[in-house]
Nanobody, 115 residues
Framework: VQLQASGGGSVQAGGSLRLSCAAS????????MCWFRQAPGKEREGVAC????????WYSDSVKGRFTISKDNAKKTVNLQMNSLKLEDTAVYFC?????????WGQGTQVTVSS
């Protein structure tokens, strides 16, 4: 199983970044896909998820209206479009795949937002 995240970087507040996660080694269509993040000194928190079946999405209150998650079953990728970035969005972002008791994590990609 591999979840390869990319697209992180440094951006000024108000800017945008697009994260991508390429998946392999499991039946991608069956899995809900999520993005989590972990800021220094803080616990990992869920940011956004997309269901496997109906494609419904969930967002944390802190990113709702600014971030958009999308899942491409054909390409086996999940993306996170991040707009209107804030200083508090600075964190390492992790891609996650989950299905029943199976739970897989990617290696993380750093997002740094500066003023």
């Amino acid at each position: 199983v591999q979840l390869q995240a990319s697209g992180g970087g440094s951006v000024q507040a108000g800017g945008s970044l697009r994260l991508s996660c390429a998946a392999s080694g499991f039946t991608f269509d069956d899995y809900a896909m999520c993005w989590f993040r972990q800021a220094p000194g803080k616990e990992r928190e869920g940011v956004a998820c997309v269901n496997s079946g109906d494609g419904r999405t969930w967002y944390s209150d802190s990113v709702k209206g600014r971030f958009t998650i999308s899942k491409d079953n054909a390409k086996k990728t999940v993306n996170l479009q991040m707009n209107s970035l804030k200083l508090e969005d600075t964190a390492v972002y992790f891609c996650n795949a989950n299905y029943v008791i199976r739970n897989y994590w990617g290696q993380g990609t750093q997002v740094t937002v500066s003023s």
